[in-house]
């Protein structure tokens, strides 16, 4: 068997929950309202893109970083 880079292994829905500490309804939050990146190979049965999900979160704490944590009055 080849070795695959991080970025190009499928990962299971159990193990998205697992590696990132979510509960199931979590992570259909995160995927149905937030565009968190899935791959449907059927209606009930989803893998997941290492790749995809560092790019998500890279994204998230960019828009952290330039989010202003209050605002001034």
Do not use: H, W
């Not at 880079?5 to 937030?34: C, D, F, I, P």
């Amino acid at each position: 068997m080849e070795n695959v880079s991080l970025g190009e292994q499928l990962l299971t829905e159990q193990t998205v929950m697992n590696l990132l500490g979510l509960t199931k309804k979590q992570l259909n939050y995160l995927r149905n309202a937030k565009g968190f990146p899935c791959v449907c190979l059927t209606r009930r049965v989803r893998v997941y893109l290492a790749g995809d999900i560092l790019e998500y979160v890279k994204r998230l704490s960019m828009q952290a970083r330039f989010q202003p944590r209050f605002e001034r009055k």
